[in-house]
């Protein structure tokens, strides 16, 4: 254990090492900032950074952003895909339509959504945008980008476990008395579950992606995209390191945090033929 | 009366290429309330099908299937099948596959892992309530599924090969725990095998069919007391009649 986590450190020892005399020789903290300039200002995920706030202000923005489009698409996506994989004529409605959008990048989306939504809130939507709350900073163009992000791998992959529901286990619950609504509970559920979770882990991490993407547009005031590109235009770089390193960190959380949710949930799988 | 009475049931199927298959042709049997009837026959001769028709996941294309006197249409609350393995819910204890079928019921939990702890103290698995189906050996997981089908009290059981994928001990065991579980539930059993020893071993009559078509090639009263005695002289001729008439049906020439 102990020699694996050594061997493991070996390659970031060495980026760090390269990225250090890269700095050294650059000599300039414009292109290429010091290890140790990066590192001071992650240490201080609290303090205001060119006026703007803190790490934790624009990371926390970031993660709410995802939290409530990527609900949404969960919302929307889970149940849907339950429908479709369960019924067949639904499919052949709904699947020429999906297989058209599917491959249209989410990043495509977001000058559209910017210039539909312009840079209306949840804040505005509710009436209530002259009282400073969070809601003042949850662009609905946003929303929808990672709404439209994570939409598809949970849908899909929903649909997935629904249809590779295996035949015998139908067939077995119906010869023990389940009628189609107790079949749909206590066999098609389950067995979709770690497709679903799957698709789960899949759409936030492209929910992810997408909301630093959305945060670097123009009409953007806040989140973890936008510190990123203010430093860069401040070319304030320790500042942009620092903040990619929180985007890698923050992205590993919420891989992690669903991971334990999902493991527990589909643990029978692993074992599984 | 569960009596099942099965009347020139024919069934075909059309395979990928389009190529029509009789699985089933005037296929009549009657199997009397709490007999034990043992289908033997070459790979391929219909077995399968002629127990999922009875178990009503299929329609037969002619003939009539009854269950006491009424006609199968589709699947019957007192009729329930035991496939040849794999078919435990992954995600369910043994406990919880055990009282699936009770839970379909409506049983209240209490009462229901009640019966299922009963069922499985019957089957030799106390002990392994809390445990899922992939910790459990193959031999276990096919005595779970036997306690699940027990479980729901059917009236007739359909076994499809249920033994079919174990050692010859694990299978020895089973068979005769399914004669002391069927002694006190007193269920009509349809056993579809393609070991002649367990047929005999198990069997009230058994029905021999051959293939292409599927039908009735020779039915065969066994009258031989239990326990049966596998190195019996009785036991043993009547192996060897059966598997005479099976290399019958195999050597005959295609038609």
């Known amino acids: ?273 | 009366m569960t009596r099942i009475e099965l009347n020139q049931v024919s069934r075909t199927y059309e395979n990928q290429r389009g190529e029509r298959i009789e699985a089933l042709r005037d296929v009549s049997l009657e199997i009397d309330d709490g007999e034990l009837v043992c289908l033997l026959g070459p790979t391929g001769c219909g077995k399968t099908t002629l127990l999922r028709l009875i178990a009503g996941l299929e329609s037969p294309d002619a003939g009539t299937i009854a269950i006491a006197n009424e006609q199968v249409t589709g699947i019957r609350s007192d009729v329930t099948l035991l496939f040849q393995q794999y078919s435990l819910f992954p995600w369910r204890t043994v406990l919880e596959n055990v009282a699936f079928g009770l839970e379909m019921k409506g049983m209240a939990r209490v009462d229901r892992e009640k019966a299922a702890r009963q069922v499985l103290a019957q089957v030799g698995l106390s002990g392994f309530e809390k445990t899922y189906p992939h910790e459990l050996s193959g031999g276990m997981q096919q005595r779970t599924a036997l306690a699940r089908a027990l479980a729901y009290q059917p009236r007739l059981l359909l076994m499809d090969e249920p033994f079919g994928a174990l050692d010859d001990r694990t299978r020895h065991r089973l068979q005769a725990e399914l004669l002391a579980l069927r002694q006190r539930s007193g269920q009509s059993i349809l056993f579809v095998t393609h070991a002649i020893d367990e047929a005999v071993f198990l069997a009230d009559r058994i029905v021999i069919l051959r293939d292409r078509p599927g039908a009735i090639e020779a039915v065969l009263t066994v009258e031989m007391p239990r326990p049966r005695d596998r190195q019996s002289a009785e036991f043993v001729a009547l192996h060897l009649k059966v598997r005479a008439i099976l290399e019958g049906i195999i050597e005959q020439p295609e038609i």
Not at chain 1, 152 to 179: C, M, R, W, Y
Not at chain 1, 217 to 237: K, Q
């Open chain 1, 1 to 273: 254990m102990k020699s694996k986590l050594a061997w493991g450190a070996v390659l970031p020892l060495l980026v760090l090492l390269f990225w250090e005399l890269s700095a050294v020789h650059a000599d300039n903290a414009a292109l290429v900032p010091r290890v140790g300039s990066v590192a001071a200002r992650l240490v201080h995920p609290t303090a205001d950074l060119m006026g703007t706030g803190s790490f934790l202000r624009h990371v926390a923005f970031s993660v709410v952003r995802v939290v409530i489009g990527f609900t949404l698409a969960t919302l929307l996506g889970v149940p849907l895909g339950l429908w479709v994989g369960r019924v067949e004529r639904i499919r052949h409605i709904v699947n020429p339509f999906v297989e058209m959008l599917r491959p249209l990048c989410p990043i495509a989306w977001i000058p559209f959504a910017m210039a539909v939504f312009k840079t209306t809130t949840v804040a505005d939507l509710f009436g209530f945008h002259y009282t400073a709350t969070i809601f003042g900073h949850l662009q609905l163009g946003m929303l929808f980008v990672i709404f439209y992000g994570g939409f598809f791998p949970v849908f899909l992959n929903t649909v997935h476990g629904v249809q590779s529901v295996k035949h015998i286990h139908i067939e077995q619950a119906l010869l023990l008395g389940a009628d189609r609504r107790k079949l749909f509970r206590n066999v098609i559920l389950p067995s979709a579950m770690p497709a679903v979770l799957t698709g789960l882990r899949v759409g936030l991490g492209i929910a992810w992606m997408v909301i630093i993407a959305a945060e670097m547009m123009p009409g953007s005031d806040a989140g973890i995209g936008y510190l990123i590109m203010y430093s860069y235009e401040l070319a304030e770089m320790d500042v942009l390191v620092a903040s990619m390193v929180w985007i890698g960190v923050v992205g590993m959380a919420l891989s992690a945090g669903l991971k334990v949710f999902s493991d527990r949930l589909s643990f029978w799988q692993a074992r599984e033929r």
